[in-house]
Every structure is written in C-alpha cells, then in structure tokens.
C-alpha cells in the first residue's frame, strides 16, 4: 500500500517508545504501522484507531477493556499484542509483527483449498480461541481477512479484543458485507454473541475454505443477514462434490441455527476435528435419496382392544312398568361404573408414583447411574454446577498448574469425564492454580547456541527476531536478555512459564577504519553489514592523502547490521607559498611569513628595540620567494647589521 506523506502519525513516538515508520494497511477500525519498539529495539505493529472512533469516549473505554483482557492471551495461534494506551488523540496497540499474508488473500488467489490444508488451517485457528474461550475472551468478529499465514507456516488469530469495543459503531460497503457473512443467526436476530458464535463463523469459513464461495451472498447486506437468520447452511458437498463427509458433518455441526446445537466452545469442535483427522478423509459425502412428500407422512396405527373383562354393558331401556324401578337399576349400575373408575383410576396413580419412585432411584437416586460430564475450563463454580446437576457429589478438589486454563478453572475430574459412576459416588475436582512461574536463567555472556538450549530447559521460548548490535564482545555472544515488558532478567528471579525472552546479541566489534585508506575500512566496514560515508574532507599535516583521519559512530544508540559509519579522509597537508621578505623591515618581515601560515627562525645582532629603526631590514631569507612549503613550515631569516 502507498503510504501517505501527510499521515500525521509517521515518524510520531508513541508513548515515547513506539516509533512509527511506515502504514502498512488501513481498514474500517484502524490502521496498521510498523514501528520499532525503542526500548527492546526489536520491530512491532502498531495499530492506531481511526479519529471518528478513537473520538467517542465509551468507545475508547471499551477499546482499552477489551485490549487489556486481549493482552493476556499468550498462544502460538493468537497474534500477540504486547501494549496498549493513549497517546493525546490517539487510541493505539502495540502487537506482534507478523510477515504474512491473510486467508482471504490465499482464498483470492487460489478460490478453494484441498481439504487436508482446510483441517491444518481450522485446526490452528480451533487452537487458538480454543485458548481465547477458557479466558473468557469471544472475538466475534472471526472473518479470513483476520487469520494470517504467516511466511515461516505459523497460524495466526488477529483482531482479538476489537470487535467488542465496535458494536455500537456502524460500518458501511464491502466491510459490511465482508463481516456480516460470518455473523451467527443470533447475533443478526438479537445481537448477543458467545463462545458459539465464533463457532458458527468458524464453520462459515470452513466451507469457504472447502468450496471457494461463501453459502450465502447478496448484493446487500439485509439479504445475506435473512438467509443466516432463517435458513440452514448447506453440506459443502451440495456445492464440491469431493468434500469429505467428515468435512460436511463439522460444517452441519458448527453452523447449525440453534446455538445450542453448536460445540459449546473451540475446545469441545478441536476435539471432533482431531477425531475427523484421525478416521481419515477419504470418503466423500454420501448423497441420500430424495425424501418424497409420500414418505414425509406418517401413518397412525391404532392397537386393537381388547374387551375389558367385567365392563359394564350399556343400560337397557323398560318400556313398561315403573319408571322408578327403571332410574333405580340404572342410578345402581351408574354408581358401580363410578366406584369402578374411581379404583381404576387410584391403581393407575399408585402405578405412576410406584414407577416415578423406582425411575428416581435408579436414574437420579442413589441407586442410578450418572455419567461424569466434561468440565474442563469452566469457572470452579459452573464445573461444581454441572456436577451437582447431574447428583454428583465432590469430595475435594486439588489443584495443580496449567499454562492455558487460568487459575480457578477446572482441569478435569478424578474419574474422568464420560465415566459411569453411581449417583451416590463422589469425584475429585482438579482445578487449575494458572502458569507456573520459574527461574529464570543466567544468559548474560553464554554464546548464542547455549543461552537457546537454556532457556528451552527452563521451559522458556526465544523471541524472534534476536536484537543484534555490534558490541566489544565477541561475535555470537549474549550481551543480555529482557523479559516481554522488557525488564532485564538480571532483576528477576522468575517468569511465567513459556514467556518469550527477547536476547540482545553480538554482532563482534565495529571494524576498526582509523588511519586506514578509505578503500580498505570501506570494504572492512560493508563486509561486517554495516554503511560508509567518507565524504567529508580535511588537510592534515600528520595523516596521508586518503587515510581516514577520524571515523564517528553514534553514541546515543547501539550500532545494528545496516547502520551508517561516518569518517573524515584525509587530503594531506596544505601547501602555502613563501613570500619574498627580503628588504622588509624586521617586523614587516615576521607579519609577513606569520600570515603565510608559516614559523619565522631570525637571526640577527640587532637588538629588538631597534628592530624598526632605519637599516634594520631582512638581508636574506633561507627559503626562496615563490617557493610551496607545507604549512607550517620554518623559514630562516638573516637581519645581521
């Protein structure tokens, strides 16, 4: 993308410690600038929050919330983003510099991928906010143009934490278009959005993944909201015939309308997905017959009855005789027909409540089965819920370190979820006690090679790219290593486990160019991947004609691969010309060599306070009028009387 000239945040410092280098890309939020982090002197994006939003201060309080819940996920899958504030006008973070391209710009080149390539993409993108969903973070706005593949293979959710502080901003055109083709039913109906909602947008990326088209399209807006809102999103296999049926059941599965028949989380689809990987994705999707309105009705079947021995039979009518004896007859048989009811109808509710009793005692009851159900990164009460929902008592809980499930969330039951057990039995809670924080290990002065396996043991990551500087030490040797907020490791005694450690590292000292010819200290200087200007020029009495008499190196920042070494050559001593002094009185005569630049040597009997008197002239000088001396030079005068 061009940038811009008269973009008023280039060359800004953000917070005095972000320098702003160049935009490279601008969407319906904000734009994105490389920078340098100044402090770490290692390369950031820095996204800065376009004025129409950054102007609206509930904006700007959702922005930095959401930020901040953003900046606790740590996860291979997860674009890092490492600060966040205010600067004056400007609402900005500070994330990880990612060399990528995004999936919306591999679907463009290639329109579809294979479905082995769709299972790597979606099983990163699952890992990732699988990680974003255990802390409690949905990020509602999943879309290709956010997943970025980066040049060395890595898988990258970007965005985290913008979505959220947006809603009550509008945005119009294709950015409309573009993020409300991965919007859930409920978020277009009601506008609420959960764990299950990056799901569905999940699923809506998978099949375009699998197809190269999106399921559904319109030329505005409201037309592809009501297909979201009221149909079914098809089999990828309708529109690819080879999409293997796995493919289609995760696609049916993670769109479904109803979010209640979605995975509950990335976590629960990350599961069935490593499944999907494990049965093989060879077989295409099944095409069943189509159902005809003929088999769509169904036929009732009544079952015969059976006469009820002992019911009674209809009441006769008497033609003749008292009608009393008649009304009596059938007052009687009318009465045993209620009494008979009224037995019938007690046996039938002490049936019921004999078969509810038996039914809660073997099923909720003590004497029933109940299957330990998943509580894995639920809040320790909602986990102490669904166990208590299902008759499950907990003996106890322990807890133990996790590095993605935050402290307080469960790990896992003892037994283990899908277990049978009895209603009665009890199970032990494993909760998580968050990431283990460590020692942090001694890298200062280790050769590179050494400080990386340490800190590996450690349980530690190296941050890429190293900070390499030209140092006194020796090429390859750590000069130091820096924590993510960039505090030197020598100052702490632990760190939380996996954190990146960011190692400043030699480059070998400068070359030294000094008295050198200009040729050869250029040549030392460009071998070593560093700049020469030797443009600048001095007479010299001492140094040779295009030896370096002086060689400037900045003092108020470290020297990298690709910085500039300034020198001085040197253009040999400057040549003057004698003047002719002879005949000139003494003073005269010792001005005159003076502000030629040279040193007067005079002999003469003459005492000085006569030296301007009649006669007291220069007879000879030793070195000819006309002559080129260096500058400097001596010459001999004789005013002998």
Do not use: C
């Not at 998580?432 to 590179?448: F, N």
């Amino acid at each position: 993308m061009p940038v811009d000239s008269r973009d008023p945040v280039i060359g800004r410092l953000i917070d005095r410690r972000y320098e702003v280098s160049e935009r490279i890309a601008r969407g319906g939020m904000a734009s994105v600038y490389e920078g340098v982090d100044r402090r770490l002197d290692r390369k950031v994006a820095v996204k800065v929050m376009h004025p129409h939003l950054g102007d609206d201060p509930d904006f700007r309080e959702r922005f930095i919330q959401e930020a901040k819940a953003a900046a606790r996920l740590a996860h291979p899958n997860v674009v890092n983003t490492y600060d966040q504030g205010e600067d004056g006008d400007l609402a900005w973070l500070v994330m990880e510099l990612v060399p990528s391209i995004t999936l919306r710009d591999l679907l463009a080149e290639r329109g579809r991928i294979t479905a082995e390539q769709s299972l790597d993409v979606l099983e990163a993108i699952l890992a990732g906010l699988a990680a974003a969903h255990r802390a409690g973070i949905v990020h509602r706005d999943l879309k290709p143009e956010n997943i970025l593949l980066a040049h060395d293979g890595r898988i990258k959710i970007g965005d985290f934490g913008l979505a959220r502080a947006a809603t009550a901003n509008t945005a119009t055109g294709k950015a409309l278009l573009g993020t409300i083709a991965y919007l859930s039913p409920e978020l277009v109906t009601r506008g609420v959005a959960d764990t299950r909602s990056d799901i569905y947008a999940v699923g809506i990326m998978l099949f375009e993944m699998l197809t190269g088209t999106q399921p559904f399209t319109g030329d505005e807006p409201m037309q592809i909201a009501f297909q979201h809102a009221n149909e079914q999103v098809p089999l990828p296999s309708s529109v690819a015939g080879d999409v293997p049926e796995g493919m289609d059941s995760l696609v049916h599965w993670a769109t479904q309308r109803d979010p209640n028949l979605r995975p509950a989380n990335a976590a629960e689809m990350l599961e069935e997905v490593h499944a999907v990987r494990a049965r093989g994705l060879d077989r295409p999707t099944s095409v069943l017959p189509a159902v005809t309105e003929d088999d769509r009705s169904t036929t009732v079947i009544e079952r015969p009855r059976k006469p009820r021995r002992g019911a009674p039979v209809e009441p006769q009518v008497v033609e003749d005789g008292g009608d009393g004896v008649a009304t009596t007859a059938l007052a009687r048989r009318v009465t045993v027909r209620r009494r008979r009811g009224m037995l019938w109808l007690a046996a039938v509710l002490l049936g019921a409540l004999l078969a509810a009793g038996i039914g809660w005692w073997f099923n909720l009851g003590p004497g029933g089965n109940a299957t330990v159900p998943q509580v894995a990164g639920e809040p320790q009460a909602a986990a102490e819920q669904l166990l208590a929902e299902r008759g499950i008592e907990i003996a106890g809980s322990v807890t133990e370190p996790h590095y993605d499930i935050p402290a307080g969330h469960a790990l896992r039951t003892d037994p283990p979820a899908g277990t049978e057990i009895r209603s009665a039995d009890s199970v032990q809670l494993v909760l998580s006690s968050g990431r283990r924080s460590l020692p942090v290990p001694e890298v200062a002065g280790l050769q590179l090679d050494q400080a990386r396996a340490d800190i590996e043991a450690a349980e530690f990551a190296v941050a890429e790219p190293l900070d390499e500087i030209f140092d006194a030490s020796p090429a390859g040797t750590v000069i130091a290593g820096y924590a993510p907020d960039g505090t030197v490791l020598t100052e702490l005694e632990e760190l939380e486990e996996r954190s990146p450690i960011a190692l400043r590292v030699s480059l070998g000292p400068i070359p030294a160019a000094a008295g050198q010819s200009a040729d050869d200290a250029r040549a030392a200087l460009e071998a070593a991947g560093l700049e020469a200007d030797f443009s600048a020029e001095e007479h010299s009495a001492d140094v040779p004609a295009g030896v370096l008499i002086s060689v400037t190196v900045p003092s108020d920042r470290h020297m990298r691969a690709g910085d500039t070494v300034t020198g001085v050559v040197s253009l040999g001593p400057r040549m003057v010309e004698v003047p002719d002094v002879v005949g000139m009185p003494i003073p005269d005569a010792l001005r005159a060599i003076e502000e030629a630049g040279l040193q007067p040597d005079l002999t003469t009997n003459i005492p000085e306070p006569l030296w301007g008197a009649p006669g007291a002239d220069i007879v000879s000088q030793g070195t000819e009028a006309g002559e080129s001396v260096v500058e400097g030079a001596t010459v001999a005068l004789d005013a002998t009387y």
